[in-house]
């Protein structure tokens, strides 16, 4: 298996309208450069254009909505989303959270069985809507179980959701935001439902983060809420919020190995131009066994992350394979990926700290991965 390079990227086994849309998603990075893509950064820039590119081009509508709720071209296909993945991540982690907490945010009502809002979604997607999902709260992270944000019944099918959220992804602007919360008269009965991030009973108040991606802590107060609004509930909502975590999550592996293949080529046209007493860098022993033991990881944690991609694919009540790929995709690919980023970091020193270099966002962004809601 060789490593992805989009100025050598064959996309030749997808169809025409996956390979256009990742040709001109290397397009929109190429272009902007990386000093662009660094200034952004340290400025902490939202990325308004990249989601105006998402809009024009009907990413996520063609990528994210099933093919009975799309367009020809529609679906969710494990295949191509796992390929985009790996393209966001060699350019910028945040641009990749984007897609990451949309995938998520989306899980709860295409596993759910309201086709009312499975229908106002795929035309939200086609508008270029984000999305969001609202599972963790500040207090109690991924205790499901102690979730404080209530659901409270009103009569007549109606309802008012009272409570706050913290650490959602795109919780600033999504089209919908899946809540899972309680029923306050059923404390055991788990729901989920939708909400709108423009609605005035809607507050999000701050970005817990200093980064380009946006990591809400949002209040709902008293957010009213009908039948119509509610997407699963009782089991089938403590399945969605497992089964989401467990496919979604997924794509942890794939930003890692795009993070760490930028980096490996960085490194390595930095060490191969420099001469040091003589020789090159890269002529030395030790740099020679550094990269290739970066590369040897670098290589199966792509292999095993297709590998596992697959599983995902076949996954069925007689295929359970994915159950163990799955987790090691999000918990060994992503450690792996900083083993990857420390023998290079070894190999280029102190250049890995220059404002000016792809690495040293790279040295910050790969410790996410491995951590995000303790993943590992």
Not at 76 to 82: K, L, P, Q, S
Not at 152 to 181: H, L
Request: aromatic share 14%.
């Amino acid at each position: 298996m060789t490593l992805f390079n989009p100025a050598k990227a064959d996309f030749s086994n997808f169809d025409e309208k996956t390979r256009t849309i990742f040709e001109k998603t290397i397009q929109f990075f190429e272009d902007k450069g990386l000093a662009e893509i660094k200034k952004e950064d340290h400025e902490v820039v939202w990325y308004e254009d990249f989601l105006e590119f998402l809009k024009d081009n009907e990413v996520f509508y063609t990528f994210l909505t099933p093919s009975a709720y799309g367009d020809k071209d529609c679906r969710w296909d494990t295949a191509r989303n796992t390929a985009f993945s790996e393209i966001l991540g060699f350019y910028n982690l945040s641009h990749w959270y984007t897609w990451q907490v949309s995938i998520l945010g989306l899980g709860p009502i295409w596993i759910g069985n309201n086709e009312e809002i499975k229908k106002k979604t795929a035309q939200k997607l086609k508008d270029g809507h984000v999305f969001a999902f609202g599972l963790s709260e500040k207090e109690h992270g991924a205790d499901l179980i102690s979730s404080d944000m209530e659901l409270i019944p009103q009569g007549d099918g109606e309802y008012i959701a009272r409570g706050d959220k913290y650490y959602i992804g795109n919780g600033n602007v999504a089209g919908y935001v899946s809540i899972f919360a309680k029923l306050k008269e059923k404390k055991k009965e788990y729901v989920f439902f939708v909400v709108e991030t423009d609605h005035p009973k809607y507050e999000c108040t701050q970005n817990v983060v200093r980064s380009q991606k946006y990591v809400a802590e949002l209040v709902l107060h008293d957010y009213p809420i009908t039948d119509n609004e509610i997407v699963s509930r009782g089991r089938d909502a403590w399945d969605a919020s497992l089964a989401t975590v467990a496919f979604a999550k997924f794509n942890l592996g794939l930003a890692s190995v795009g993070i760490a293949t930028h980096s490996f080529y960085e490194a390595l046209n930095h060490a191969s131009a420099r001469k040091l007493y003589g020789n090159y860098v890269t002529d030395f022993p030790h740099i020679k066994q550094l990269f290739n033991e970066a590369y040897a990881r670098l290589v199966a944690m792509r292999m095993f992350s297709y590998r596992a991609k697959d599983y995902m694919r076949i996954a069925s009540n007689e295929d359970r394979r994915y159950l163990l790929f799955n987790p090691l995709e999000k918990m060994k690919v992503t450690l792996e990926g900083e083993k990857v980023i420390e023998r290079l970091w070894d190999v280029i020193a102190a250049r890995g700290f220059e404002k000016d270099v792809y690495f040293e966002m790279a040295t910050r962004d790969i410790r996410m991965l491995p951590k995000l809601e303790g993943t590992v």
